[in-house]
Structure formats: C-alpha cells, structure tokens
C-alpha cells in the first residue's frame, strides 16, 4: 500500500491492489489477459508469443487493475460499455504509452513501428468523439484508441499553444487522480470532467482551459453530451469550451471587449446613470 501522489481532499489515496502475473503456456495465437478472482486481478501472459516481453503489455493489464479499482469507487464492474470500456482500454494504452514515451502500442511484437497493433499512433491520430458517434469505433479496444489520443494531446498538445501539452508526470497524475473523480459506468465526458475536477482540487485549476482545450480538440467540448456510456448516435459532439478560455495562452480571459458602434452621444449629469442597449 503506498501513497505516489498528494491526495485530494475527502478522497482516500492509499490503495491495496494485490496483481498476480501469470506466465501462461497457451497457443502463440491466443490473446493476453486479465481477470479479477477473489479481489486479485491475475493477467495471464501468453509466454509463447513475444508481446509479453515488452514492458507495454504489462503497464497496459496493470493499468486494467488500476482503472478497475478506482473508477466508481472501486466496484470493479463499471468499465463494460462503448465509452467506458473504450477508456477501460485507452488509459492501458495511454499509461504504457506514456511511461515509456512512446506512442506507438505494440511495435515491438508487430514489427511496425508506425501504428502497431492499433489503427493509429497516438501522437497523430485523427480520432475523435465523433468516430464513437458515428460507430466506425464502436469496439472497446477500437473506442479506446480515441480516449487514449485524447489523453496524448492532453499530454503532448497538438502543436497550437495552449491545447494540453502538460507533459508525462502531471497528465499520468491528473488521470489517476482523475479516476478517482470519475463514476461507474461513464461516458467519456464524465471521465473529462474527473480529470478537470482533479486539476482544479490539486492544481487550483491553473491547467483548467489547456485542459478544455485539449478535450474540445477532441470534440469533447464544453457543450458535448452523452445519455449514458453506452451512446453511440445520440452522443452531441462540440468543440467549445468556456468562455474565460478564449485567449490563446490557455490562460483566463478577462473580459476586456470594446464597443465600435458609434452610439448617439449624451451628457449625464454628475451623480446620474444613463443606459445603453448593445444589439
């Protein structure tokens, strides 16, 4: 049981999560892994095909173990729809992508270093909420490439200032935490609002519209909607996001605007108030 990050207040850090590898003597074909049993998550490697030796496969299943312990208090049976399984699979990818600084999923066991054993590399994917609106990603490995994309550019940015670019440590902070914040069965946006939520508990917001705006790229944005974690066609994709992040710093805006009409001039008495009407 270890504490790795300062806590959020009223949420409890510490976690027990007992993990058992298990080196299984399967078919070379057969798939990787991982089951709960008796409050255990075991991840069964397949020892007879190479992918068990890069470190990718292990923090994806431990990430598995992770997202299952945290999300919606921990129950271990919220992450079994479209968008929540998706993510289930894209913190896995997003987390080992992230520790090793390296977007590609898989290259080592596939030979391919430029998408892997996904459809795109996280750092130029041009997925997004609307690949889960439309259904051409309605998989939850295939859904989970679209969350994991989100979280790089919210890690790495997209190359505009002020969309994410928070860099490994704190982005893989802020997603734990995140986790945390983030409740049984969700949809994407849900979990967007866990780790804004937690910038705002551990940070005092100060990432809030690098955030957005990273999300908003996704179109994930402030006005975006989901009915349930299930949603596919009925999902409303936006990429707002709030006002006070319309400055390009990422910073807040101040609300400083000017008026270029021309308005009938007046003169106002000392100690009178007089109105405009902008249309």
């Known amino acids: 049981e270890a504490v790795n990050f300062p ?11 007992s993990v ?59 992450l079994n729809g479209i968008q929540s399984g998706g993510m289930g699979e894209g913190w896995g990818d997003f987390i080992a992508a992230s520790f090793l600084n390296d977007p590609v999923v898989g290259a080592y066991v596939t030979g391919d270093a430029t998408v892997g054993i996904r459809r795109a590399s996280m750092a130029n994917s041009t997925f997004n909420y609307g690949n889960i ?35 490994g440590p704190l982005t893989e902070w802020l997603v734990v ?23 705002q508990q551990l940070n005092g ?23 349930n974690h299930n949603s596919t066609s009925a999902i409303v994709l936006a990429t707002d996001f709030p006002l006070e992040c319309t400055i390009d710093d990422g910073g807040p805006l101040l609300y400083d605007f000017s008026i270029t009409s021309n308005p009938t001039s007046r003169t106002i008495a000392a100690g009178t108030s007089t109105t405009y009407t902008i249309n």
Request: proline fraction near 5%; charge should be neutral; charged fraction near 20%.
């Open 7 to 17: 806590p959020i207040p009223g949420v409890v850090d510490a976690l027990t999560c």
């Open 205 to 227: 917001g100060n990432n809030t519209c690098m955030l957005w705006k990273a999300f908003a790229f996704r179109k994930m944005g402030l006005s975006a909607s989901s009915p």
């Open 133 to 167: 609106k439309d259904g051409s990603l309605n998989e939850v490995h295939d859904a989970g490439e679209v969350w994991a994309a989100t979280l790089w550019t919210v890690r790495n940015g997209n190359g505009t200032p002020g969309v994410g670019n928070l860099g």
């Open 20 to 78: 058992r590898v298990v080196l299984g003597d399967m078919p070379e074909d057969a798939d990787d892994f991982g089951v709960w049993h008796e409050g255990t998550r075991v991840i069964r490697l397949n020892k007879n095909h190479p992918r068990w030796l890069q470190w990718q496969t292990l923090y994806h299943e431990l990430t598995h173990g992770l997202s299952h312990r945290l999300v919606g208090g921990g129950s271990t049976v919220c």
């Open 177 to 199: 935490q995140g986790m945390k914040l983030t409740p049984c069965n969700p949809t994407m946006l849900q979990a967007r609002d866990g780790i804004i939520t937690a910038d």
